[in-house]
T-cell receptor
Framework: GESVGLHLPTLSVQEGDNSIINCAYS??????FIWYKQESGKGPQFIID?????DKRQGQRVTVLLNKTVKHLSLQIAATQPGDSAVYFC??????????????FGQGTRLTINP | DTEVTQTPKHLVMGMTNKKSLKCEQH?????MYWYKQKAKKPPELMFV???????INESVPSRFSPECPNSSLLNLHLHALQPEDSALYLC???????????????FGPGTRLTVL
């Protein structure tokens, strides 16, 4: 069945360094992927998305890379700041037989920024 | 503005109580969602409303009863819950509710529910 997973459950980086969070997905038919950031006690916050017809998309300090050949997704955060500390989820938009869609989330990676 | 609001922020209830969670969005979105999130786990979909009609029920127990009074409001009625139902309940909304496949979901802050 469909699943989205992350290679590392925790990641610790120094403030100012770049961080890379990885995600593997299994549904080759999925055509839309989203990264969410969830801080403690808050709901998931949209960071960046990418469609399957793209390999790379950049936002402010964040870049998402999509490798459809190996079904791999990554989130790069440049010049990490203390405010980047959070759990990061990748999510895959999965089509359902009812014609609807649902998000399938990966297990999440906790990013900790060390001063 | 991508704001989804949820009330209450925290809720403690006994197993015999009846309570309701509320969610509101004013982005003109036509799809709304309920998710359940246990500690250190990703959100899991419970229900989807599209154009005010229930389109997905992910085999959720009947002690959870969703309601969509209008396109801006979503309720989750709770009755006879179990302690294992304690979790963060998240509401989300999206513009279309299914198609196109690039329909982005925006989440509220959640209601932290504790069942005693």
């Amino acid at each position: 069945g469909e699943s989205v997973g992350l290679h590392l459950p925790t990641l610790s980086v120094q403030e100012g360094d770049n961080s890379i969070i990885n995600c593997a997905y299994s549904n080759s038919a999925s055509d839309y992927f989203i990264w969410y950031k969830q801080e403690s006690g808050k709901g998931p916050q949209f960071i960046i998305d990418i469609r399957s017809n793209m390999d790379k998309r950049q936002g402010q300090r964040v870049t998402v890379l999509l490798n459809k050949t190996v079904k791999h997704l990554s989130l790069q955060i440049a010049a990490t700041q203390p405010g980047d500390s959070a759990v990061y989820f990748c999510a895959e938009n999965v089509g359902l037989t009812q014609g609807a869609q649902k998000l399938v989330f990966g297990q999440g990676t906790r990013l900790t920024i060390n001063p | 503005d991508t704001e989804v609001t949820q009330t209450p922020k925290h809720l403690v209830m006994g197993m015999t109580n009846k309570k309701s969670l509320k969610c509101e969005q004013h982005m003109g979105h036509r799809a709304m969602y309920w998710y359940k999130q246990k500690a250190k786990k990703p959100p899991e979909l419970m229900f989807v409303y599209s154009y005010e009609k229930l389109s997905i029920n992910e085999s959720v127990p009947s002690r959870f009863s969703p309601e969509c009074p209008n396109s801006s409001l979503l309720n989750l009625h709770l009755h006879a819950l179990q302690p294992e139902d304690s979790a963060l309940y998240l509401c989300a909304s999206s513009q279309f509710g299914g198609l196109p496949s690039t329909d982005t979901q925006y989440f509220g802050p959640g209601t932290r529910l504790t069942v005693l």
